[in-house]
């Protein structure tokens, strides 16, 4: 790309932040824009963030990336970072409309991030502290080798989105200082403290007790937090693993956000660039090749799900709801009309995807998008069992739950008085993939270096899944 | 706001981390040579270099719901109804871009070099009792560069080493160590020498029982074998012949295309196949120049009075040849309990008197071929 367009992307993107922030209501964090060739395009897509810690899970997504845009079999056009300010990544060899389009799809992102409430308390540093983070990760390897630090990554990224989407909450200091507080009462109560051992105060008083061998489970269960609570209270890890845990564990409470709002957040960005874009003084050639992109962006895909379309759609339907509402609305609901950008900018700032589809996706909607439950019948045709909207809504709604995955709970971290770990599917009505849980009940044994048990539901009755280090059991 | 373009060239995280990956499907292919070595890719390639196989071991495991079991949401194109059916198990639904959490992308595919899948199978193999023989076999003449000298024709110039030899002069003459003007010392001539290089010979003899009760997946056992097998003894000698005799109550010499393909059906002779295997031998490998690797494949279920034949005859085998190899292939699936007892392996192993010289195996499954042929060609007898 020459210089002379560099500059009219410039200026392409001060319109495009003209028409987003005073027409339309947006209010995103000031955008850095990078054009990158598409191997760093590729790197930053599958590492989610640039300069993030090294692991071959990330090699492997980038190599099947990179495969399919060689092959031609799919493209990204845009890469976002939520922080503030915020990056943005621009493919080179994207067309002059292509990058309009990409621009004013980001701003609708970055505005979300900074106003969507589920955001509000993401590090908007992050790419420093992924940095770090990556650093630190770094001096292990160097430390202890490459493969301990590899296979111990293997082990903690098996339950990294088994962390707790509220976990802020109990960063709150208060919980600090009452434990505080508890130590000082117990202190008092030490009256003769003075006449015994060191080793008999540490009995009495756990957390006298530097040493990491003996500390003893702090058995605030349940637990949904599974990083957390190993990271806390494992009887074998060492130091730089407890690190390693609390890194994977801030990513991830970064990231989850992001997790909980894939159908909104893109639905926002294509409403938004659509809007932008009509705004725009496009000639009929590039309004062509926009609009082409446009639907090829917000396409149903036959059978499956495309957030970008299902989010799109349900923006559309309330704007059109809250600018003309039917009689009906009216009359019921006393909506006077033309509230849409105003409706449309509320439920950006606080839903999350399960509300959002909750309180938005209608029976027109679902009739629109043709909506459907399918499930695999007589283990060989996945066949449409349920057209009924709202069950079709409510499935969808449920398979949300959790971002998507099993909700497993730590129940106890003392298990049979022998700081085994005991962990708890709060089944929901859909079995576990057996062989994935067995796998990662091994890593989860190394992380906490004694007994693991998992009580889940297979056809519908209760079983315990064990694993002692050497041999898988269930009863 | 603002936009920006810098150099990007020296970034290399992608691909460091790919290389990682890379070493790890490399240690997962080492774990999983047992279920390589059978895999229907690169027994059936056909010749070509390159082949998928499923590693299992990369999969990223997680807590995951069980997808077959899960009721999942899609769009339609507006006219779809209860009861449609959208797709196969094992096919998927739809082709969209999105299809990532389908089963089917359940485990990675990784790309792999039949040669360099040869190399990791080949290190854990030698070749008992092989012989220097046939000295007067085939000899060919070929040329190899093998010395360097000073004086020689420019067109055998050895660029490089000249290189080298005038910078050295440089750094000796004013310290530093740089190219500078040729002079005649500099210049290196590669020079040849003529190889007489003997050949060796090995021959295969591969005998399979195509009676009724071999199936398909018997058939499928002893081709996978014979496929590793050949190109392990190609490693080792300049020759190997193939000679396929397939047998149910006679015994026949057969092409190579035949032998894996034909139906099967009739009783089982085992000694007709010896019998003819002798007879070749005799005919066109003289045990003086050849190396000679007689195999034999059947589940065993020889006719009962045939069976102190066959002792004598595979007596006369160990004694003519390097090595003489028997495998039994059990049922698809079936453990040791289904033995049957007057299978000829036990009979082999009790009555051959050429123990030495003689292998018997037991294959009841696809991943039991890498121990087979690791009992073939273990380390056993002198190593030459």
Known sequence: MIDKEVKELEEATDQIWEIATSKLGLDPFPVHFEIVPATVMYEIGSYALPGRYSHWTFGKAYHRMKMMYDFGLSKIYEVVINSNPSYAFLLETNSPIQNKLVIAHVLGHVDFFKNNVYFSHTNRRMVDEAAMHARRMAEYEFEYGRKVVEEFLDAVLAIEEHVDPNFFIKKQPKDEGKKEKERKKRRVEGRYDDLMTEEELALRDPERAGDDRSRKPSLEVPEKDIVYFIMKNSPVLEDWQRDICAMIHEEMEYFIPQMQTKIINEGWASISHARIMREMDLSTNDYLEFAELHAGVVSPHKGQLNPYYLGYKIFEDIEKRWDNPSEEEREKFGRPGGEGREKMLEARETENDISFLRNYLTEELCEDMDLFVYELVDDEDWTITEKRWEKVRNQLVANMNNFGFPYIEVIDGDYDGNRELYLMHRYEGVELDMKYARKTLEYIYKLWGRDVHLETVVDEESLVMHYDGSEHDED | ?384
Not at chain 2, 247 to 274: D, L, M, N
Request: hydrophobic share 35%; glycine share 8%.
């Open chain 2, 1 to 384: 706001m603002s936009v920006q373009r810098n150099d990007w060239s020296l970034q290399r995280k992608g691909q460091i981390d790919q290389e990682r990956h890379k070493e790890r499907v490399r240690e997962a292919i080492k774990k999983n040579l047992g279920s390589i070595v059978s895999n229907e890719s690169i027994i059936l390639s056909d010749g070509r270099r390159k082949v998928k196989v499923p590693i299992r071991s990369l999969d990223e495991y997680k807590f995951r719901f069980d997808y077959r079991k899960k009721k999942h949401v899609g769009t339609g194109d507006g006219n779809t109804k209860v009861g449609d059916i959208i797709g196969h198990e094992g096919q998927g639904v739809g082709h969209g871009p999105g299809g990532g959490d389908q089963p089917g992308s359940e485990y990675f595919e990784a790309e792999v070099d039949i040669d360099e899948i040869a190399k990791l199978i080949f290190e854990d193999l030698h070749l008992p009792y092989l012989e220097d023989k046939a000295k007067q076999a085939v000899q060919s003449k070929t040329t190899r560069f093998t010395e360097i000298r000073r004086a020689g024709i420019m067109a055998n110039l050895d660029k490089r080493r000249s290189i080298l030899e005038n910078i050295k002069r440089h750094a000796r003459a004013t310290g530093r160590a740089e190219l500078g003007r040729f002079k005649k010392e500099d210049l290196r001539y590669k020079t040849w020498e003529e190889e007489i290089k003997y050949e060796s010979n090995a021959v295969v003899i591969a005998m399979m029982d195509i009676s009724g009760s071999m199936g398909e997946f018997k058939k499928y056992i002893a081709r996978s074998f014979y496929f590793w097998m050949v190109r392990f003894l190609k490693t080792k000698y300049d020759q190997v012949k193939i000679v396929f005799i397939s047998h149910h109550t006679e015994a026949k010499e057969v092409p190579e295309q035949q032998f894996f393909t034909q139906g099967e059906s009739g009783g089982t002779v085992v000694s007709s196949a010896y019998r003819l295997a002798l007879d070749i031998i005799a005919e066109r490998f003289p045990p003086r120049d050849w190396n000679i690797y007689p195999f034999h494949f059947s589940d065993g279920d020889n006719y009962y009075s045939d069976n102190d034949e066959a002792v004598r005859l595979a007596d006369e085998l160990t004694g003519t040849c390097n090595l003489f190899g028997y495998g039994e292939i059990g049922e698809e699936g079936a453990s040791s309990y289904r033995r049957s007892s007057g299978a000829l392996l036990s009979i082999f192993k009790d009555r051959l008197a050429n123990q030495e010289r003689f292998v018997g195996v037991r294959i009841d499954d696809k991943e039991d071929v890498y121990p087979a042929l690791k009992e073939f060609f273990g380390k056993r007898g002198e190593e030459v």
